[in-house]
Each structure stands twice: as C-alpha cells, then as structure tokens.
C-alpha cells in the first residue's frame, strides 16, 4: 500500500479523496493555490503544499508545481481527482516516469477514450453499440453530407478530442450543414487544439444513462450499475440517480455484462464510466470517462462500495475481491450538485459564506467544502456541495430530499438549492419521466 | 435604480439606524433576500461569526511545511523575496561552494540570491532590486512553496 | 411608508426593548421575512452571528400561532397578564354572554378576567393586582401557548 | 394515515421523528418549554405551541399541557420519542381516552414490560432465557438470603418498577445481603414510589447485547438484528454497534426466532426493544424498552428500514408488508452519544454554540439539534449529538468512524468527543473485547 498519497485537486473532491485516505490510514498531501489557502481541503490536511497563484493554470494545472510538490513530501501516488489533469495522458505518464503511482487508469487508456473517435471504434469492435455515425474524422465536407443524408437529419457534429458535452453542434438539415461543419472545427480547433470532428445521428429525448466500473490490475472487472444524469443544463449534469427510473434490472444487467467484457478484453484497470444515450429501448455509447466522477457517490450509496477506497486498493496491486455477483443494488438514490448560482439566472455567486449547516438524519449524506466563513472564489468550478439521498424506494428518497434541502443553510451566497426543491416537487420528476433536454424546458417554464 | 445586486439606500438606512440606536448589528431578512449591517462597538472585539473547523480538533495533526509565525512577519515584509515556485532551495552553487549571497550583504539588482531546484532543473533566482539582505529565511536543501519567502531585502 | 425593504419603525421599536430588556439580541420572524437586531453590551463579548438554519429555504412552512410583533410588545410589557397553561380562551362565562372585563375598565385585584379551557376544565384566570385593563390581547375561542400575552393591566 | 403528529419530546429525538413526519407528508407540531424557544425542533417544526417553563414536570411531563396543544392544534397522534412519556401508560391512556392515537405499544403492553418482574414472567413463559433469579418480588430478608445461597454470590437487587440501570444494588456476599436489600428497597420507593425488589444472579463480564423489534397489528413480527451497548458508563450507554462484534450470524437468528415469536404470541405491536446479558455464549433476558430507543439508527443503518416511519405506519394500522426473510444486515455501523459533558470528567457543559461543524461525506450520520448559536441548556439530557458510522466491516466502520469524529467541530461547549476518539483508537475496542465494565475501566485508566 501507498505510503503516502498527494491529491492534485481541491474543493470536495480533494476532501473526499483525502477522507479515503485517513480511513486507509494513508497520510495525505494537499495541494492548493493561493487564493485555497484556507480551504477546507487545506485546513483538515495531513500535510498541504501551496502550488501557484489563482489561475489554475499556474497551480491546479501546474505539472511540475504538483510532480515537485510530490517529491519534496515524500508521496509515493498522485489522485488526480476529477477535472484537471485527471484525464490528462501526459501527466499520468510524467507521473509514473517520476516513480510514483497513478491512481486511474494507464496512459494508454486515458488517451484511447480521450480520442472520441477511437474510444467509438474500440467499443465497437467489443460488441457495445454505437450510436448510428462515422467512426472516423470527417474532414470533408462531401462526406459529411453523405453519411448526414444516411444517417438522416438532424445530425450531432462532435470534435474528436472534445468530451462531456463541450463543443458540439446539431444540424437540422442538409442547409445546415456546411455551416456548421465549419463552425464545429473552428471550435474544436481553439478549444483542443485539433480540428477533428465526426458525426453522430441526433437522437431527440434520449436520456443519459452512464454505467460505472471498476477493475483491478488482475483483470477481474465489474460493474456497480447504472446512473441515470439526464437531467443537464448546456450538458452539464445538475442531478444524477441510481438507478434509472426508465431502466428494469434486466436491461442493466445485460448492459452491465457487455460491458464489463469489453472493458476486460482491452485491459482496462481501475475506475470509468461508460456514457450512453438511451431511447426507445435503445442503449448507444457515447463516450468513456476514465477517472472518478462528480456523481460517483449515488453509486456507492445503492452499492455500499467506497469507490475512491477501491481506486487506491487497485492502484496498489490489489485485487478487488469480489465479483459480479457479490454486488447488491440497494434502494435508490439521488443526488443534486448544488452550484454557487443563482438559482433562476444561473449567474455565479462566489463570496463569503456567512453561516452553513448541512442537513442531517437518515439516509443523508453531504460532500462539502464549505464552512462558517469559508470563501467562494471566482476562479474555480461552481461546485460547492453535493447532497445526497437514499432511500428504500424512489418515491422516498425524494421525498427525503426535499426535507433535506428545507433543512439545507448556505447563507452569504447563492446556490441551486430552490431549483432542486422545485425539481423535487415537480409532477413530470416523480414520474421519472425526463429526457436530457427537461431541464431546460423546466428552467424555462415550458416543461 | 442602481442595478447593483442590493439596495444601496437600504443599507445606508439600516447603517444609519445602527448609530441612531446603538445597535451593534441589524439583520433583515425577507423573500428576496437578507440585509446584515454590523458595526464594532468602540474598543469592542470583532464581530467574527466563522470559526474554523478543524480548531475544534486537536487530533487532526498538524500541517507539515508549517508557516512558523516568523515566516508569518516576513511574508508581510515589503522587501520579501517569495517562492516563485514549488521546490527545494540551494543557497550555493554546489555542495560546500560558498553561497551566492550573505545576511547583511548589499545587493545589486539582477543578483542570483539562489537555486531553486523543481523537477531537475535548477532556477535561478534574482534579486528583484538593488538593496541590503536582511534577512535569509531558508536553509538549503528544505524545500518551499509558492509564495513562501526566502530572503529580506531592504 | 419608506418604500425601503424594511420598517425602519420595527427596528426602533427592537431596539427600545433591546435596551428596556436588556437583552443583546432580539429576532423576529414571521411568514414576510425576519428582523434581528443585536446590542453589544458595553465592553462585552463578540457576538457571534447566529443565522437560523430555516431562513435559507423559504420552502419551509411558516410556524403556526405566530406572534405578531404586537405580542411580541406585549409580553415585554411589566403589565401583561400571560398565560399559565395551554389551552382555548373565553372571554365570556358563556356563549353569547357578557365579557368579564373589558379594555378600558378598572380592575380589582382577584377579579376573573378570562378562562381558559384545558382538557375539559375551564381555569378562572384572576387579575394578580388592581388596575386598570390596558389592552385584551386575544379573542374568545382561540387557542393560546404557555406564557402568551392574553391582557395588559396597568 | 394521520392527519397530524404531534412530537412529544424535544432535542434530536423530536428532530428525528419531525423528519419521518416531513417524509411522510404529514404535518407535525412541535411543543415546547420556554427554554427551549429557538430550539432546532421548533423553528424547523411546521407548527409549535409553548407548553410550560424549563422543568421537564412542567412542560415535557406536563400531559395536561401536551393533550391541550394537540387539542388546540388538531392533531390526531402524539409520538412520544424517548424518555419523558414514551413509556407512561397513563400517559398512552389518556391519549387514547381523548381519541387521539399513541404511536407506541398499547398501554396494556406499556404497563407489563414496566413491571420488571412481570417482564420478566412473562417472557420466561414464553420460551426466552431469563437471568437466573427470582420472578417474583422479595420483600422478607429470609426469603431472599434463601434465594441468594442458591443462585451463589454475588447477588444483584434490582427495583421491580426500574429499569435502564436505575436503583441497583450489588450483594458481594451474605454479610452485605441485608443492609443492600434494605438500601435497595428504600431507593426504589423513593425512584418509583414502589419498594417491590427482585433478585438475579450477578454476572461478572456480560455483554449488554439487545434485539430491536417491530411489530404491526396484524400480528407480524419481524427483528433488524442485535446491538451490542456494553460500552455504559454508570449504567448509561455510550456507544453502541451493529452487529456485536462477539455474536455469530447463527446466534443472532436463532435469539431472533424466538424474541419474534415470544412477541407475536403476546399480542405486542409497534417497536420494542428486548434487552440481554450475553455471558459464555449465553442470553439472559433482562428488561424490554416498549419505545424507540436512542441508538435505534445503527440497526436502520444496517436493515435500510427506517424505524420511526415504520412505528408512525404501524400506528396507523398498516402492515408491516415485509417478513424476517426480506431483511438484510449490511455492513457494520456504530453510534456515539455524543454528549456536552467534559470528556474526563463527565462534569455537564451547557452554554452557548459558538461554531457546529458536522462531519460529512460517505458512510457518516449524524442526528443532532445542535446549530451555530443555538444554546444548550442545563435543564435536560445532556446527549447533544449522534454521530453514527457505517462501513463494509466494523474495521473500516472504526476508521470511519474516527476520521468524522477529527472533522467533527462543536465550538462553546465540552462535548465527549475526544473520548470517543480515544476509544476508536483502543486497541480493546478494535478487538471487539469488551464487556459492560470496559468502559469503566477505559475511563479509569485501568483497562
């Protein structure tokens, strides 16, 4: 086991790893910038590192400011968290050419899935289906019109080293297309740094359903089920439950097996998720996360499975220790990713938190940075809490949320909060009955 | 309306009710929102409402790398020199070479003051300024942080 | 009225209390919103913020048997006659019938001035000293808390 | 279902079941003392009603003041949480008298379990191992130094009307039987206004192990398992666990089977609590709480069946709608009390909470009415918080437990949370080996 574990994150997702590693009895170094100097990940840090000013380019970014950080303390293995380098194949390999250890997957794999086009081709060729689309960069505009006119319109036009909703554009028809073509490399270009893109059939009230994993170096692989992320704004994800309410545990377990064979085939080790679209009964992939996730934890909640415990254990050597069969899927769970926004406007509201009291009772669980007198900044994510819920029934564990958020304080900033209470007593949401494009409909009034 | 995210005047009147009544602090709270004004009372301790966390455990241990309250004094220091990086110090070319400056040394501007060694390479850092050292804070081969400071330079 | 977000009056009035009481805090709530106003007592310890948990979400339901701010007046009062019990009161012996006292009159001391019903039994509620009725604070029939303002006898 | 629910009790217990009533959906009304205005319970409760000054006899004993709140607010049940009236038949009586349901046992069964030895007949009769001792009250010295030679010294006396600890005398040997059941008599008339005593063997090291039971009025019954309590300080629990870390799954099942049983065979309904001695893998029955207890949620920890929404169900005439076969025990889960005592010398804490910081994150609950500014007062029980912990094993539950205890900040007042972190600490506790005098011992520097 590691002697010591630097985390090249913050907010509470550096907390969160770091109370994996207490509960390991792993010490733990912090790092953080200049404006996280009193940051909850700090304050209740092992050892802590300041790595550069504000812009997370020149702290959360900064390889060489973490690599010497991790040299000067003596760690031994570098959490990437989520966000910033986690996804980052030449930090993973600058890491391991250091000594130290890696907890995610090999580089190799971090940049199969970081290349949209090649994770497409990989999974395919592993018997996981696809939405219809090339499995090549498009660079012309003659046979972009010839597979968008197969394929029938709208078509999706997404930039092959993009990800997680960032850079994508719909043409509706075949006038369109040129435009958007263009418009699609040109962003792909300044927002990668390479211009290729590829074309996928648009699928209009598809929800997104994502399948976590977990493998060890032995190549034992499972799955901890589904997560139902459908309800996004601008593609990203506000609220996230396992399981799916559209989904029957058969359809899960038959997702589940076809992708836990197609993970073991190509060697993948530690944790990811799969991302899918999923309408008419219709499962297609659409792209891998090869690092922990913001919604990780409503897994761990129906699984009683630490993932970030399991991601150290396997990045040990460790075997995981059990198979498909010993995992239970328990109850329901959900969990709002509550913003430092405006709840209506969505304008970010970063200042000084004057009083916080986190929920409490049963079946609730808070993953927050925030304290009495902590500061938002502006220059991060607006990521300040994460509540989450289980309950024995869907129904319940809704319910429980909305007493949760009535008890929920952040006083001194905006948050999200009033939006997931609406949520929650919303008819079409305790119906399950939302596609990825309801929330905006919601948000808008028209849902 | 002055489209600031508050009421202005409001708080000028809740600010003004505080010295007309003595109060030491308001608060208002409604639908749309809530107004605190507070105001320290002559020769009155501070009003702080957040306490930290983790003072309540005496458990937790300690931070490594810890700012000693001397570092504290001097990373206030207008004339401090601070880490522009992570990494560990060398106050000398090489190992038992005479170090490249001394406390009480004056200084020219552009002056090596020291290495800093990150990843394998060693940075070298220079005086900001012309000036008298006063003081240097680091020992070589301890390591430092960004923004840490390592030299007084008057 | 002011058109500010808030009653620059209320404030004044807290703050008399504050300092007839004197107490260091006072907060008010109801279903429009809150009023806290707090004194620091003359070279006394900080206060620190203390924000209700139920003040972020406006989702919560308002308490019930509020107190009005007239009460909240009126139980400071040196005068109020509060309730010993909870319970129903009546005003009158009987339905239809005269009150027992009424606002204005002149008081003897052990006078009955209302019941109040608890579990079945009717509670003379008696005048503790001689005066006159100031104020009937509450209606016949309607339910009361322990320590609730039900008269003013000056 | 109710209407409305009116929570007889205050502090984290009141908190607890307003919650369940939220989740519900059902309206809950909150009393409370004057001292306890701006009490969590209350400015979280729907509706609140004042019911007298701070002495609990006047206000939280008052039934005259409670049955009147209910009156006067409309409610159709009254939850008596722990404590004060929640095992008062009188008081579960007059609830009914007024039309208005307890949620609780029925007073008939109240008033058997009261009785201690009554309790005790009564289960013996029906097939569940009692402590060797008389069933039946002593009330001549001769007969009693009879009993005493034959059950061998040392002798325990115990008030018939006592219970939880209270009113208990220790006979070391015959020259010390008479003087003690003299004492013993005069503390349980002056205790329970009831000089009635009864003899049981002394054991030297048990285990205070206990089964959690629910019962609806149809007449199912099912268990969620042990918990282990042996962690008491003067007859009062300290921390308590799920499962024992001394009891096999079989011994569990079996001790299940026959509390069950013993239960449906008297009719009982609503939660109960048996309480045992577990001594060279042996039970001995000693008294049944017929009320929710305080370390209810490590046994909702492991069962995911939440105890107070099941007693309000119960309560209302539904069935329980799951048998023994449907409840599963997962993973370990312990609770501290946490309470505002000095943590060596037990010595009260009352005063104001300057700053609160609850733990967070996976695997941590945590019960409590405490907030930043709220003030405890000297007037009633001391316990302040529950801190309860789960994991997949009790040694990942300790670890857990002690990294939440680290992040746990209550600034103000003393709490017994430094205790609690030497105790995970303990190499005794880590084992698992402690019986009902470790604690003593532990606090002593002795163990």
Redesign the interface.
């Known amino acids: 086991m590691f002697q010591k574990i630097l985390i090249a994150n913050r907010g509470e997702i550096a907390l969160r790893v770091q109370r994996a590693c207490r509960e390991l009895g792993i010490p733990s170094v912090a790092v953080h910038s200049t404006a996280d100097a009193a940051a909850m990940h700090v304050r209740l840090a092992d050892e802590s590192v300041c790595i550069g000013p504000p812009p997370a380019r020149e702290s959360y970014l900064n390889t060489v400011a973490i690599l010497s950080a991790a040299t000067i303390t003596g760690a031994d293995a570098i959490h990437p968290g989520y966000g910033f380098l986690s996804e980052n194949a030449e930090f993973a390999e600058m890491v391991e050419a250091h000594g130290l250890t890696f907890i995610g997957p090999t580089p190799a794999h971090i940049r199969m899935m970081g290349d949209k086009i090649e994770a497409k081709r990989v999974m395919q060729a592993h018997g996981v289906p696809l939405v219809p689309g090339s499995t090549e960069a498009i660079m012309e505009f003659a046979k972009a019109q010839r597979l968008a006119s197969e394929l029938g319109y709208p078509v999706l036009i997404k930039a092959a080293a993009g990800g997680g909703g960032r850079g994508m554009q719909v043409a509706h028809d075949a006038d369109e297309l040129e435009e958007r073509l263009t418009l699609a490399r040109a962003e792909a270009l300044a927002g990668f740094g390479n211009d290729a893109v590829y074309l996928e059939k648009y699928l209009d009230r598809p929800r997104h359903i994502e399948l976590q994993v977990l493998a060890d170096e032995a190549g034992h692989v499972v799955h901890l089920g589904e997560r139902d992320c459908s309800l996004q704004r601008r593609h990203q994800k506000l609220l996230e439950e396992a399981g799916s309410p559209a989904l029957t545990p058969t359809e899960r377990d038959a997702l589940g097996a076809r992708v836990t064979a197609a993970l073991a085939s190509i060697g993948y080790r530690n944790a990811g998720t799969l991302e899918f679209l999923y309408q008419d009964g219709e499962f297609a992939f659409i792209e891998m996360n090869t690092r922990l996730q913001v919604e990780h934890p409503v897994s761990e909640t129906i699984t009683g499975i630490d993932i970030v415990r399991e991601q150290i254990r396997i990045a040990a050597g460790e075997a995981l220790g059990y198979g498909q069969d010993d995992i239970r899927f328990t109850g329901h769970a959900i969990e709002c990713r509550v913003n430092a926004e405006n709840p209506v406007t969505f304008a970010p509201s970063p200042g000084r938190v004057a009083a916080y009291h986190p929920p409490g009772g049963l079946g609730v669980r808070v993953d927050s940075a925030l304290y009495a007198g902590s500061v938002v900044t502006p220059y991060y994510d607006s990521l300040v809490a994460k509540l989450i819920v289980h309950a024995s029934t869907r129904a319940e564990a809704i319910s429980r949320l909305a007493r949760a958020i009535d008890e929920f304080a952040v006083i001194g900033i905006e948050t999200t909060l009033p939006l997931f209470r609406r949520i929650a007593d919303s008819a079409d949401f305790r119906a399950g009955s939302y596609n990825v494009h309801w929330l905006e409909r919601f948000v808008a009034g028209t849902a | 309306m002055s489209g600031l995210p508050f009421?202005p005047?409001?708080i000028r009147?809740?600010a003004a009710?505080l010295k007309?009544?003595?109060?030491?602090?308001?608060?208002?709270?409604?639908?749309?929102g809530?107004?605190?004004v507070?105001r320290q009372?002559p020769?009155?301790?501070?009003?702080?409402?957040?306490?930290?966390?983790?003072?309540?455990?005496?458990?937790?241990?300690p931070?490594?790398?810890p700012t000693a309250p001397e570092a504290e004094d001097a990373a206030a220091h207008p004339g401090a020199i601070k880490s522009p990086?992570?990494?560990?110090v060398y106050l000398a070319p090489e190992p038992g070479a005479a170090p490249f400056v001394m406390a009480g040394q004056e200084i020219e501007a552009g002056q090596t003051l020291l290495l800093i060694e990150?990843?394998k390479t060693f940075n070298q850092i220079k005086a900001p300024k012309a000036g008298r050292l006063a003081r240097v804070l680091v020992q070589s081969g301890t390591?430092v942080?960004?923004?840490?400071p390592l030299m007084i330079l008057e």
Do not use: F, H, N, W
């Open positions: 009421d005047e409001a009147a809740l009710l007309e009544t003595g109060l030491t602090e308001i608060e208002v709270a409604q639908k749309e809530s107004i605190r507070a009372p020769g009155g301790a501070p009003i702080v409402a957040a306490v930290p966390p983790a003072a309540a455990t005496s458990a937790a241990a931070p490594s790398l990086m992570v990494g560990v990150a990843m390591p942080e960004y923004g840490e």
